[in-house]
């Protein structure tokens, strides 16, 4: 009796679920689809929905007018390059805040969170016109440095989180044992940090990834990422919505592939402290 | 099969891109950036076309779409450059870079067949600065009304060549069939200084009005503006589509090609794209002049999209090879040979409306040429003016100040507020600008 | 517990990141306001070094920037309201026993992963177009005429956009502290005959609070600075200019460099007022 209560339940909880999940994801499941109609058919009225001809014409023409494989290329290596560097940067800090607080520690993550901030616009001639004084302009390394920078204080804040959550008896067992302040953050301290660490990464990479304001006025082609290589398909003159569809998959698609197959980490490390 | 040739590309691409970009070493690259227009795409396509005559130049090509090419593009000039060898402005611009002294002059230096005389006077003189040519215009335009010659003749009326803005309002009114989606005119709501604010201010030089007077005060509170708002809304709200306050340029092309418009007042370029293989009302396309008030103006605009040099260029005479090339009349040939002579860029050469080729293929190629010439830059309002400019003024401060009215008119054309207001806050911000600018 | 020895370890390994953000902040910013100072407008070749406050009481004294405040609330405000309230609900749905559990997950958090430009543009023409957008579609079955939600509700039609990318964040970290959620406690409740919506109110929503602020912090720091929706889909038209927007429009379109730093300080300022404000919140909840 109680049983078949319950396998209701899970039917009409299933249903809703279902029905919200579609709901969230009908923008992408359209964008996809448009990608491989032609260009009439993409506005066609009323919509078609999978019964069309499917072309991957799109594609192929996107392919041609702009170089995708080397846009693709600088988003990889913008987005983990700044991640990396900043994880470098932020996990002695957020140790050190975690296990050895001192009294300004909370005011200086504090203000560390509040750079973040800070509007782009507002700082983009004092950006642009120090870049340009060092010479870095369209250089796949201004933006690892700039991108690390911004991300920098959510990093820190993510991570000094997840320290809090180990135990200050485990590192004071190992002190006792003689471990030295290296090995303790490399045999101690970091398995513990694992999964906190990863969902961490993928986050950062996430932002990196979609981040639109500094990788477009930073880059002309060398550093150009993704977010560049869309605006080339934004409204350009006549009908357009394949195209933009095809370009947009294009952008996206590594992201979510790379967010599909990590989620698991990335629901179980993203707490931000949440969770007691 | 064509996914694997993607596919196949892809990781060919991907090798290129990391490992051997820079093997040929001798080659001089230049950076061009452009517009993802039609034709500049076009212009891309033709890449390997121009290697094969220059092998000792590599193009790169940055193509975005046109805010966020003018973002790129300001940013850089006003920093000093140096990231773009040849950059694509247009009228607006290139007087203004040009006094700056960021632009290299083109006056010499060009390829000896590239030929500035046969440049339509006109589009080169709203090039030039103190007698040198600072950009070469790529294609030039005005604007002119396109209108359906079946929808028209069922309407029962005739399209005048030179057509007045009360018969286009009553012929765009007789034209609507909101029933059958058919709006009777479409024309420029969303806000912008190259978009909606592009139209109103030609449209208001035939309504005898004007931006400033001569002691640069703004001239919004001025009866003539607000007859144009008013005939603007009042036929707009009559006969345009729904969602005119969102449509520009690209918006109303589409709208057009679908078949939903009756009328649509905009730039000549577009008379290939509505008469091309796109456009479902192809064959059933007339083309007028832009209407007038019987008062001496049009509401014709000029523009010239063009290839500049930065002077912070280090190429700049691989650069001048190449905007040889692209605004030479040898281009225009190579256009045509691939994909008709309907194709080629307008609106910039003398020679191409005298060529008996293209008016053969183009239907529109006439009324093109005499809404270009139509068109006076430097006297371009019935009363006096301090500015040159149609469908602009020629100040560094207008696209600030035009980007804020054309919100004004816009919110007006949504119903989110009245001309009366709209023409009053325009009036006001103008009036700050001008002072913060120091008039 | 810790030694002498290991504060100024300590110090020295968090040195690095102070050091690094300090300097993103300090050069860059000192910049901004030695432009916010002088009258720099590259156009025209101008660049004065020192007009006193000129810039900031032009900045502060035109109609816009009022405006521009309310309207970032707004919007923030919005925002806020749907991915919490959406959010909530979520994380209580995916928590229930069902078919499939891990592929919703995915259909749920996928927008997340979609570049702001990227929704922005898609949402704009093949949902929200009047012609050829999906809405007016649906719209038209229904018997409705077109609606042009870019012009008629375009503050509401942006916070759809960018709520849509956000929800998922919301749901994530919420679904978290949902699921460690004392179930003995909730049962016993449901034992008692406490209605739904009582164990909501006294036991889920208490246990979520904290989270609850975490994404508020997290959103709000984001969402200050949302810029690609309304360049892509408005250009700052209808009343959605934010802020951070009216700074663009003065430094990019205006190319007043001078007047768009005294903004861009002025909304240093601002943010920082409601970071301190949304940290005392945070700080408190975060020490217990």
Same mark, same amino acid.
């Given at each position: 009796?109680?049983?078949a209560?319950?396998t209701?339940?899970?039917?009409?909880w299933?249903?809703l679920?279902?029905c919200?999940g579609?709901?969230?994801?009908?923008?992408?499941?359209?964008?996809?689809?448009t990608?491989?109609?032609?260009e009439?058919?993409?506005?066609?009225?009323?919509? /078609?929905?999978f019964?069309f001809d499917?072309?991957?014409?799109?594609?192929?023409?996107?392919q041609?007018?702009?170089?995708?494989?080397?846009?693709?290329?600088n988003?990889?290596?913008i987005?983990?390059?700044?991640?990396f560097?900043?994880?470098?940067?932020a996990?002695?800090?957020?140790?050190?805040?975690?296990? /050895?607080?001192?009294?300004r520690?909370?005011?200086?993550?504090?203000?560390?969170?509040?750079?973040?901030m800070l509007?782009?616009?507002g700082?983009?001639?004092?950006?642009?016109?120090l870049?340009k004084?060092?010479?870095?302009?369209?250089?796949?390394?201004?933006?690892? /440095? /700039?991108?690390?920078?911004?991300n920098?204080?959510?990093?820190v804040?993510?991570?000094?989180?997840?320290?809090?959550?180990?135990?200050?008896?485990?590192?004071?067992?190992?002190?006792m044992?003689?471990?030295?302040l290296?090995?303790?953050?490399l045999?101690v301290?970091?398995?513990?940090?694992?999964?906190?660490i990863?969902?961490?990464i993928?986050?950062n990479i996430?932002?990196?990834?979609?981040?639109?304001f500094w990788?477009i006025?930073?880059?002309t082609?060398?550093?150009?990422?993704?977010?560049?290589?869309?605006?080339?398909?934004?409204a350009?003159?006549?009908?357009?919505?394949?195209?933009?569809?095809a370009?947009?998959?294009?952008?996206?698609?590594?992201?979510?592939?790379?967010?599909?197959?990590?989620q698991?980490?990335?629901?179980?490390?993203?707490t931000?402290?949440?969770?007691? | 099969?064509?996914i694997?040739?993607? @596919?196949l590309t892809?990781?060919?691409?991907?090798?290129?891109?990391?490992?051997?970009?820079?093997?040929?070493?001798?080659?001089?690259t230049?950076?061009?950036a452009?517009?993802?227009?039609?034709d500049?795409?076009?212009?891309?396509?033709l890449?390997?076309?121009?290697n094969?005559?220059?092998?000792d130049?590599?193009?790169?090509?940055?193509? @975005?779409?046109?805010?966020?090419?003018?973002?790129?593009?300001t940013t850089?000039?006003?920093?000093?450059?140096?990231?773009?060898d040849? #950059?694509?402005?247009?009228?607006?611009e290139?007087p203004?870079w040009?006094?700056?002294g960021?632009?290299?002059?083109?006056?010499?230096?060009?390829?000896?067949d590239?030929?500035?005389?046969?440049?339509?006077?006109?589009?080169?003189?709203?090039l030039?600065?103190?007698?040198?040519?600072?950009?070469?215009p790529?294609?030039?335009?005005?604007?002119?009304? #396109?209108y359906?010659?079946?929808?028209?003749?069922?309407?029962?009326?005739?399209?005048?060549?030179?057509?007045?803005w009360?018969?286009?309002?009553?012929?765009?009114?007789?034209?609507?069939?909101?029933?059958?989606?058919?709006?009777?005119?479409?024309?420029?709501?969303?806000a912008g200084w190259?978009?909606? #604010?592009?139209?109103?201010?030609?449209?208001?030089?035939?309504?005898?009005?004007?931006?400033?007077?001569?002691?640069?005060?703004?001239?919004?509170?001025?009866?003539?503006?607000a007859?144009?708002i008013?005939?603007?809304?009042?036929?707009?709200?009559?006969s345009?589509?729904a969602?005119?306050?969102?449509?520009?340029?690209?918006?109303?092309?589409?709208?057009f090609?679908?078949g939903?418009?009756?009328?649509?007042?905009?730039?000549?370029?577009?008379?290939s794209?509505?008469?091309?293989?796109?456009?479902?009302?192809?064959?059933k396309?007339g083309?007028? @002049?832009?209407?007038d008030?019987?008062l001496g103006?049009?509401?014709?605009? @000029?523009?010239?999209?063009?290839?500049?040099?930065?002077?912070?260029?280090?190429?700049?005479?691989?650069?001048?090879t190449?905007?040889?090339?692209a605004t030479?009349?040898?281009y225009t040939?190579?256009?045509?040979?691939n994909?008709?002579?309907?194709?080629?860029?307008?609106?910039?050469r003398?020679s191409?409306?005298?060529?008996q080729?293209?008016?053969?293929?183009?239907?529109?190629a006439q009324?093109?040429?005499?809404?270009?010439l139509s068109?006076d830059?430097?006297?371009?309002?019935?009363?006096p003016?301090?500015?040159?400019?149609?469908?602009?003024v020629a100040?560094?401060?207008?696209?600030?100040?035009?980007?804020?009215?054309?919100?004004?008119f816009?919110?007006?054309?949504?119903?989110?507020q009245?001309?009366?207001?709209a023409l009053?806050?325009?009036q006001?911000?103008?009036?700050?600008?001008?002072?913060?600018?120091?008039? | 517990m810790?030694?002498?020895? +290991?504060?100024?370890?300590?110090?020295?390994m968090?040195?690095?990141?102070?050091?690094?953000?300090?300097v993103?902040?300090?050069i860059?910013?000192?910049?901004?306001l030695?432009?916010?100072f002088?009258?720099?407008?590259?156009?025209?070749?101008?660049?004065?070094?020192?007009?006193?406050?000129?810039?900031?009481?032009?900045?502060?004294?035109s109609s816009?920037?009022?405006s +521009?405040?309310v309207?970032?609330?707004?919007?923030?405000?919005?925002?806020?309201?749907?991915?919490?309230?959406g959010?909530?609900?979520?994380?209580l749905?995916l928590? *229930?026993?069902? $078919?499939? *559990?891990?592929?919703?997950?995915?259909?749920v958090?996928?927008?997340?992963?979609v570049?702001?430009t990227?929704?922005a543009l898609?949402?704009?023409?093949?949902?929200?177009?009047?012609?050829n957008?999906?809405? +007016?579609y649906?719209?038209q079955g229904?018997?409705?005429?077109?609606?042009d939600?870019l012009? *008629?509700?375009?503050?509401?039609?942006?916070?759809?956009?960018?709520?849509?990318?956000?929800?998922? $964040?919301?749901?994530?970290?919420?679904?978290?502290?949902?699921q +460690?959620l004392?179930?003995?406690?909730?049962?016993?409740a449901?034992?008692?005959?406490?209605?739904?919506?009582a164990? $909501?109110r006294?036991?889920?929503?208490?246990?979520?609070?904290?989270?609850?602020?975490?994404?508020?912090?997290?959103?709000?720091?984001?969402?200050?600075?949302?810029?690609?929706?309304?360049?892509?889909?408005?250009n700052?038209?209808?009343?959605?200019?934010?802020?951070?927007?009216?700074v663009? *429009?003065?430094?990019?379109?205006?190319?007043n460099i001078?007047?768009?730093?005294?903004g861009?300080?002025?909304a240093?300022?601002?943010?920082?007022?409601i970071a301190?404000?949304?940290?005392r919140?945070?700080g408190?909840?975060?020490?217990?």
């Amino acid at each position: 009796m109680a049983r078949a209560i319950t396998t209701q339940k899970k039917v009409m909880w299933t249903t809703l679920a279902w029905c919200f999940g579609l709901l969230m994801f009908f923008p992408i499941l359209w964008t996809f689809l448009t990608s491989f109609k032609t260009e009439a058919t993409a506005i066609a009225d009323p919509p /078609v929905w999978f019964l069309f001809d499917w072309t991957t014409q799109n594609y192929a023409d996107v392919q041609d007018r702009s170089n995708y494989p080397k846009a693709l290329m600088n988003s990889i290596i913008i987005a983990v390059g700044s991640t990396f560097l900043g994880i470098l940067i932020a996990v002695p800090a957020a140790w050190a805040m975690a296990f /050895v607080p001192g009294k300004r520690t909370k005011d200086v993550l504090l203000w560390m969170l509040s750079t973040k901030m800070l509007p782009a616009v507002g700082v983009l001639y004092p950006i642009v016109l120090l870049a340009k004084w060092l010479g870095v302009m369209d250089s796949r390394i201004l933006l690892v /440095v /700039v991108l690390m920078l911004i991300n920098l204080p959510i990093i820190v804040w993510m991570l000094y989180t997840y320290f809090r959550e180990i135990p200050g008896e485990i590192l004071e067992a190992a002190r006792m044992d003689g471990a030295g302040l290296r090995s303790e953050i490399l045999y101690v301290l970091t398995p513990m940090a694992v999964p906190g660490i990863a969902s961490t990464i993928l986050l950062n990479i996430i932002l990196a990834w979609n981040e639109a304001f500094w990788t477009i006025l930073l880059t002309t082609v060398d550093a150009a990422p993704l977010t560049k290589f869309i605006a080339s398909f934004s409204a350009p003159e006549g009908l357009f919505y394949a195209k933009l569809s095809a370009a947009s998959m294009l952008a996206i698609a590594p992201i979510l592939i790379m967010g599909w197959f990590s989620q698991k980490q990335l629901v179980r490390g993203l707490t931000f402290g949440a969770v007691k | 099969m064509s996914i694997k040739r993607t @596919l196949l590309t892809s990781v060919v691409g991907l090798a290129l891109a990391t490992g051997i970009a820079s093997a040929d070493g001798h080659a001089t690259t230049i950076t061009i950036a452009t517009v993802n227009n039609g034709d500049m795409v076009r212009m891309q396509g033709l890449t390997d076309a121009f290697n094969e005559a220059h092998p000792d130049i590599t193009l790169e090509w940055v193509v @975005l779409e046109e805010n966020v090419l003018r973002q790129n593009l300001t940013t850089d000039i006003s920093t000093g450059g140096g990231a773009y060898d040849v #950059m694509t402005i247009g009228t607006y611009e290139v007087p203004i870079w040009g006094k700056n002294g960021w632009l290299v002059s083109l006056s010499d230096g060009m390829a000896d067949d590239w030929n500035a005389d046969d440049l339509l006077p006109a589009i080169a003189g709203g090039l030039t600065v103190d007698g040198e040519l600072y950009a070469a215009p790529f294609y030039g335009e005005s604007s002119m009304v #396109m209108y359906r010659t079946d929808l028209m003749e069922a309407a029962g009326l005739e399209m005048p060549d030179a057509p007045t803005w009360d018969f286009i309002r009553e012929a765009a009114a007789a034209m609507t069939d909101r029933d059958n989606d058919i709006n009777g005119i479409c024309a420029r709501g969303k806000a912008g200084w190259g978009e909606n #604010m592009a139209f109103l201010t030609a449209m208001s030089n035939s309504f005898g009005a004007r931006w400033f007077d001569e002691d640069w005060n703004a001239q919004f509170d001025s009866p003539e503006w607000a007859a144009t708002i008013d005939f603007y809304l009042g036929m707009m709200n009559e006969s345009g589509p729904a969602g005119a306050a969102n449509n520009g340029f690209n918006e109303n092309l589409t709208l057009f090609q679908q078949g939903k418009c009756g009328m649509w007042i905009d730039a000549t370029v577009a008379a290939s794209f509505v008469t091309g293989a796109d456009s479902t009302v192809a064959d059933k396309v007339g083309f007028a @002049l832009a209407p007038d008030n019987g008062l001496g103006k049009r509401g014709n605009w @000029l523009w010239a999209w063009s290839l500049a040099i930065p002077t912070s260029s280090q190429k700049q005479d691989a650069a001048k090879t190449f905007i040889s090339w692209a605004t030479g009349p040898g281009y225009t040939e190579l256009v045509a040979a691939n994909e008709g002579w309907a194709n080629v860029p307008p609106g910039t050469r003398t020679s191409l409306y005298e060529n008996q080729a293209y008016l053969d293929a183009a239907p529109f190629a006439q009324m093109t040429l005499d809404s270009i010439l139509s068109a006076d830059p430097t006297n371009p309002t019935v009363q006096p003016v301090p500015y040159t400019g149609i469908q602009f003024v020629a100040i560094p401060e207008f696209a600030g100040i035009a980007t804020q009215t054309g919100q004004q008119f816009s919110d007006a054309l949504a119903g989110n507020q009245t001309a009366a207001e709209a023409l009053a806050n325009s009036q006001a911000l103008t009036t700050e600008e001008m002072e913060a600018a120091g008039y | 517990m810790a030694t002498a020895h +290991s504060k100024s370890a300590a110090r020295l390994m968090i040195a690095p990141a102070v050091f690094v953000l300090l300097v993103w902040m300090l050069i860059p910013l000192c910049m901004t306001l030695y432009f916010s100072f002088a009258d720099y407008r590259p156009m025209r070749g101008v660049f004065e070094t020192w007009i006193g406050f000129e810039n900031f009481i032009r900045f502060l004294t035109s109609s816009s920037f009022l405006s +521009s405040l309310v309207t970032t609330l707004q919007m923030v405000g919005g925002i806020l309201v749907i991915t919490i309230a959406g959010g909530v609900l979520m994380a209580l749905l995916l928590d *229930q026993p069902m $078919f499939g *559990q891990g592929i919703v997950r995915i259909l749920v958090i996928a927008p997340f992963f979609v570049m702001p430009t990227v929704s922005a543009l898609v949402w704009k023409n093949m949902f929200f177009n009047v012609d050829n957008g999906l809405f +007016s579609y649906l719209f038209q079955g229904l018997g409705f005429p077109p609606y042009d939600f870019l012009s *008629q509700s375009p503050l509401l039609s942006i916070i759809v956009i960018v709520a849509w990318q956000w929800l998922p $964040f919301a749901t994530l970290i919420l679904l978290t502290a949902v699921q +460690s959620l004392d179930s003995e406690q909730l049962e016993a409740a449901e034992m008692d005959g406490a209605p739904a919506l009582a164990r $909501f109110r006294f036991i889920i929503l208490p246990h979520l609070s904290r989270a609850i602020t975490v994404v508020i912090l997290i959103q709000t720091i984001f969402l200050l600075s949302i810029f690609a929706e309304i360049f892509v889909t408005t250009n700052g038209a209808f009343g959605t200019r934010t802020l951070t927007y009216l700074v663009y *429009q003065r430094v990019l379109e205006s190319q007043n460099i001078g007047l768009g730093s005294a903004g861009g300080i002025v909304a240093v300022i601002l943010a920082n007022v409601i970071a301190i404000f949304l940290m005392r919140i945070v700080g408190k909840n975060l020490d217990n």
